[in-house]
């Protein structure tokens, strides 16, 4: 591998990195397409590089997050079991529904979780009003304060996620972009919490499948190495641009993501690509 392809692989590394520690949707939406598009890689193996990607940019996102009390470990660990449920759901449901039909619904929900999250306030409480099992909060440094919230729907929120897992296993597009609104705005998680968790969650599902494309040889380790390298130095960057992020910008800028994503699928839907 010559220094210019190895740059340029690190570079991809960093973007996935940056976006996925940023929102919390791992990056692979932006790994996937890139290596195949303009490496002309096998979208098999595609995918098999961008789980090791994700690893890298959930580890050194939920190292800083963790540390900080951001990610709700207890939440996080709870949603990915429906989550898993559902993403081998999703599997087996693949094989009975158009992709070009459920392309078209997961555009919709992106639409209108986006929509929801530009225009929906955040409930945020005092942390000295809340305690329970379900009250949390964690030092904006932004706002220089404690920020409190209280979990809310947690059983509904749980079978969103594994709808969530579904969709997502379904058309490729981590999860993360369904779960972040659900938690943000179905369970009353701040945004940076909720990003913050899904990082977390994120690591573990795509570790699972990148074990499985190793053990049957299925990754360049390469290719794989230098996405690795970048994702881990882009999470640390983007963990640095959250903290210098409000909330509200954050929101907005997730719900303008939503609405990218959701367009590109639409095009893709419709022949475009």
């Known amino acids: 591998m010559g220094p210019e392809l190895l740059f340029s692989l690190i570079l991809v590394g960093v973007l996935a990195g940056v976006t996925g520690a940023l929102f919390g ?8 397409p890139i290596l195949v598009i303009f490496y002309g890689l096998a ?9 090791v990607g994700i690893v890298a940019t959930s580890v050194g996102a939920s190292a800083v997050y963790v540390d900080k009390g951001i990610s709700n ?10 989550t898993v449920i559902g993403a081998i759901a999703g599997v087996v449901a693949a094989t009975y529904i158009s992709n070009a039909a459920l392309t078209v619904i997961f555009s919709l929900v992106l639409v209108y979780s986006g929509a929801k999250m530009i225009f929906n306030p955040e409930l945020a409480v005092e942390p000295g009003d ?13 706002q220089k304060k404690d920020v409190g919230y209280q979990i809310r729907n947690t059983k509904s929120g749980a079978a ?7 969709l997502a296993s379904m058309t490729g597009i981590g999860g993360g972009a ?21 990082n977390y969650m994120i690591g573990i599902t795509a570790f699972a499948g990148a074990v499985l494309y190793f053990a049957m040889g299925d990754i360049s380790l390469t290719f794989a190495g230098a996405v690795a390298v970048g ?7 983007g963990t640095k641009i959250t903290s210098h992020v409000d909330g509200k ?12 994503i959701a367009t590109v699928m639409m095009m893709d839907a419709g022949g475009l690509f």
């Open 25 to 32: 949707i791992g990056g692979g939406m932006l790994i996937v």
């Open 43 to 51: 979208a098999k193996d595609a995918a098999a590089i961008s789980l």
């Open 73 to 82: 470990i207890r939440l996080g660990l709870f949603l990915e079991i429906t």
């Open 130 to 142: 809340c305690s329970g099992k379900r009250c949390f909060t964690y030092y904006d440094d932004v």
């Open 160 to 166: 969103m996620c594994t709808v969530a897992g579904v």
């Open 178 to 198: 369904i779960k972040v609104p659900i938690m943000n705005l179905h369970m009353h998680v701040p945004i940076k919490a909720a990003a913050a968790t899904s």
């Open 231 to 237: 994702g881990f130095i882009g999470s640390m960057i």
């Open 249 to 260: 910008s954050l929101k907005r800028y997730f719900s303008v993501l939503l609405f990218f």
